[in-house]
């Protein structure tokens, strides 16, 4: 055993990749190329978005790869701090005496932790790894391009424009790069403060939600306004002549008047904002109104122009075929739709951790092919293998779960007995939390730590938003579809949609009538329409988000999958992600366990065991009021 690992250590360059401190913090481990671990550390803290140092997600990533600390060639994180700290210093003299507040606020934790970056990364991992034999070499590249090497080094494409776009980084909050063999070249920039990220963040802060955690529902949103009323459009009007300025480029100009981000502690000036568009920001969880949707829809129109502006320059600048995107406005997955629809690109690649757990993996790629020259190599299918990079356990560990809590579980010595069983408790309109090999890498559940359904049951997203996920109603959901059937059911211009990134029309055949003033009809009376024979999928533009499944990356999700088909005809599950609003994506047996005791899910599935809510003991169930958290 020794001699085989020293063998792998010595013939293998060894990267550990770290993102932390803002949100979402994760660490990955690269070796010669080849991403072998990754994890974002709100799985292991149970703490959403946690941005503390990931230091569990290292000690998870590490005892996966087999290496020590003392192994690594090199720790790349994913920003430069000290590039970040000039940008603030600057913001903070220009708009001064503006923004004491925030700078009194901000400056002892750079002072005392992140100007020394270097320095506590190395007494963290001396925590992993007491008495570490040998000095790491410690690299930072920068956000944008840890964001560009995050997407186009495991993408197939030998060369491709690089498009990312986020909040901010050091300075840049969009760049435009082109990637050829292993280098990065980056063409264009546009700098703080004026930033799409932060444009569509301010949007979902007037509307209610919460920053860097509620903007998938404002693009979940969006659909439910009036898109041919003369509200959206004077809204639109509004956006783009007193908030913001788009340049044919794609470059925009936000008028920092309306804007607090760059001195306060607030996204927006409130005020101003409520004379703009007629009504004051609204409180979280209180009642969605018409002006609320329309509002959302507004300035999700508003981004996509932006983007696919931004696109075009892309194309411009470097003429290539390929596009690979990444930040989290990439995650952004209805305008990723509409950008392939477009046609602009004939390929597009997005990584599936596009946001800042992903600048992980992009810091120590970059480190491997820019700093270390590794010659890059593609193939027919992306480096991620699925994003499923996670921890896995063992058939041991599931059963040491299920004997702590004397858990009734009916085992299966056949997969594909179990497939058949699920598939008719699916049929009979029971949902089934799915846990099975290794945990995805980023925010979308992919077929192993996924809650499903039955598509074609007509109450399913109200019973799932309800009563599983505790969640507000209009929230949509996503199918997962066999690879060679995604096709059949959707208009989308690509053979391949793995990582749920892409939204596209369910297919005409499938929808179901509606009635001539479907647009004008209330928030309510749009969402419990029957829209399609796959109500549960379609959202109410009778649009879908996308996942395709085939039997490499995901054998046992495909057989299921196909199992379901041999009984419905239906090659299609509802898929959303194994938790509860507020609480991270479950990530080991326990966590699977206490989730479906603490909601209203009738199944369990754990590997090969297969657990009913009905033979549970009840009264092990916790008060899940106690736990939830708003998000």
Same mark, same amino acid.
């Given at each position: ?10 013939? %293998? ?14 660490? /990955? ?32 990533? $590490? ?12 720790? #790349? ?8 700290? &000039?940008?603030? =210093? ?34 963290? $991992? ?84 919460? /920053? ?9 949103? #969006? ?6 009323? @003369? ?97 989290? /406005? ?9 950008? =392939? ?43 991620? %293998?699925? #994003? ?42 029971? /949902? ?24 074609? @049951? ?95 990356? @995901?054998? %046992? ?25 507020? &609480? ?48």
């Amino acid at each position: 055993m020794l001699k085989i690992k020293l063998y792998y250590i010595r013939q %293998r360059m060894k990267i550990l990749g770290i993102s932390a401190f803002y949100h979402d913090s994760a660490a /990955v481990i690269v070796a010669d190329g080849r991403v072998v671990a990754a994890a974002q550390e709100e799985r292991f803290t149970r703490k959403k978005h946690d941005f503390d140092f990931p230091r569990n997600a290292i000690g998870f990533c $590490l005892d996966y790869s087999g290496i020590d600390i003392s192994d690594l060639d090199a720790v #790349a994180f994913y920003d430069k701090p000290l590039l970040k700290f &000039e940008r603030l =210093l600057e913001t903070y003299y220009r708009v001064a005496p503006k923004g004491l507040n925030s700078f009194i606020k901000a400056m002892p934790v750079w002072l005392k932790e992140k100007m020394f970056l270097k320095r506590l990364i190395l007494q963290e $991992l001396e925590k992993i790894e007491p008495g570490i034999k040998k000095k790491i070499k410690t690299l930072f590249p920068e956000h944008h391009l840890s964001h560009a090497a995050s997407t186009y080094y495991p993408s197939t494409f030998d060369e491709s424009a690089i498009l990312t776009i986020d909040g901010v980084g050091e300075w840049s909050t969009a760049t435009i790069a082109y990637g050829n063999k292993e280098a990065i070249t980056i063409l264009k920039e546009l700098h703080f403060p004026h930033s799409v990220g932060l444009l569509y963040s301010a949007f979902t802060y007037f509307l209610g939600f919460k /920053v860097n955690s509620g903007e998938y529902k404002l693009m979940g949103l #969006a659909p439910y306004g009036n898109k041919s009323g @003369n509200r959206t459009k004077e809204f639109v009007r509004i956006i783009k002549e007193k908030l913001v300025t788009l340049h044919p480029d794609g470059s925009i100009y936000l008028h920092q008047q309306y804007f607090h981000y760059a001195e306060g502690l607030r996204m927006i000036d409130e005020g101003k904002w409520e004379k703009l568009f007629g009504f004051a920001r609204r409180k979280p969880e209180s009642d969605m109104e018409s002006h609320h949707c329309d509002l959302a829809l507004a300035i999700q129109i508003v981004t996509e122009e932006i983007v696919l502006a931004m696109a075009e320059e892309a194309k411009r600048l470097t003429g290539s075929k390929h596009l690979c995107l990444s930040g989290g /406005v990439a995650l952004n997955c209805v305008a990723n739709g509409k950008l =392939l629809e477009t046609g602009i690109f004939k390929e597009i690649y997005i990584q599936p951790a596009a946001g800042d757990a992903g600048g992980a993996l992009g810091a120590a790629l970059a480190a491997q092919h820019l700093y270390f020259n590794k010659t890059r190599e593609t193939g027919s299918d992306d480096n991620l %293998r699925g #994003a499923y990079l996670g921890p896995d356990y063992s058939r041991l560990d599931i059963q040491k779960t299920l004997r702590k809590h004397r858990a009734k579980a009916h085992y299966y010595a056949s997969f594909d007995e179990l497939s058949t069983y699920v598939s008719e408790l699916m049929i009979k309109g029971n /949902v089934v939390g799915w846990f099975q090999g290794r945990m995805e890498f980023g925010p979308r559940a992919l077929g192993n730590r996924s809650i499903i359904a039955d598509p074609r @049951n007509e109450e399913m997203q109200l019973k799932l938003n309800v009563k599983i996920k505790y969640r507000e109603s209009f929230r949509p959901f996503a199918p997962s579809v066999l690879e060679e059937d995604m096709s059949d059911y959707f208009d989308i211009k690509t053979p391949t949609s793995p990582y749920m990134l892409l939204v596209a029309p369910i297919k005409e055949e499938y929808r179901m009538p509606i009635p001539a003033d479907y647009e004008e009809l209330g928030m309510k009376e749009r969402l419990y329409h029957k829209r399609s024979i796959l109500p549960a999928i379609t959202h109410v533009d009778f649009s879908a988000r996308i996942q395709s499944v085939n039997s490499k990356t @995901n054998p %046992r999700y495909y057989k299921l999958i196909s199992a379901f088909k041999k009984k419905s005809g239906i090659g299609v599950v509802v898929n959303t992600s194994f938790n509860v609003r507020g &609480e991270p994506i479950v990530c080991s047996p326990e966590d699977a366990y206490q989730c479906f005791m603490d909601t209203e899910m009738d199944v369990l599935v754990l590997g090969d065991f297969v657990l009913l809510k009905k033979e549970q003991d009840i009264e092990k169930r916790r008060t899940f009021e106690r736990s939830f958290k708003l998000d």
